[in-house]
């Protein structure tokens, strides 16, 4: 039998806390044509949406936003993208990423790929 391991992929994430909190993130990270406001003036609440593959996905308060792809997301809720992914940094670094999957650790040297 033969195993196969998915290659590590490098995403940018941002997490969403409020619209109040996270309004300019938002707006930068997915462009105003991907974000959805929906506010309900008798109440003051408002719901956010974001454009993904999917749909319309509306976001909940510490909600993940991947960017798949420049105009392409994906909503993780808070527990599954920690289980699922690991903080490799602000700018990794294009030639060396640490990628640990449970207790297996890979150091990919991107420049042989290039």
Not at 67 to 80: A, W
């Amino acid at each position: 039998m033969i195993y196969y391991v998915q290659k590590p992929v490098v995403f940018e994430a941002i997490q969403y806390k409020n619209l109040l909190a996270s309004k300019y993130e938002l707006l930068r990270f997915c462009g105003l044509e991907n974000i959805t406001i929906i506010s309900y003036l008798l109440s003051g609440d408002y719901d956010v949406f974001v454009k993904t593959s999917q749909g319309k996905v509306k976001l909940d308060e510490n909600d993940y936003i991947i960017k798949i792809d420049k105009n392409e997301f994906q909503v993780c809720k808070p527990e599954e993208f920690k289980n699922m992914y690991k903080v490799i940094g602000e700018k990794p670094d294009i030639y060396k990423i640490l990628c640990i999957w449970g207790e297996l650790i890979w150091y990919v040297n991107m420049s042989k790929n290039l």
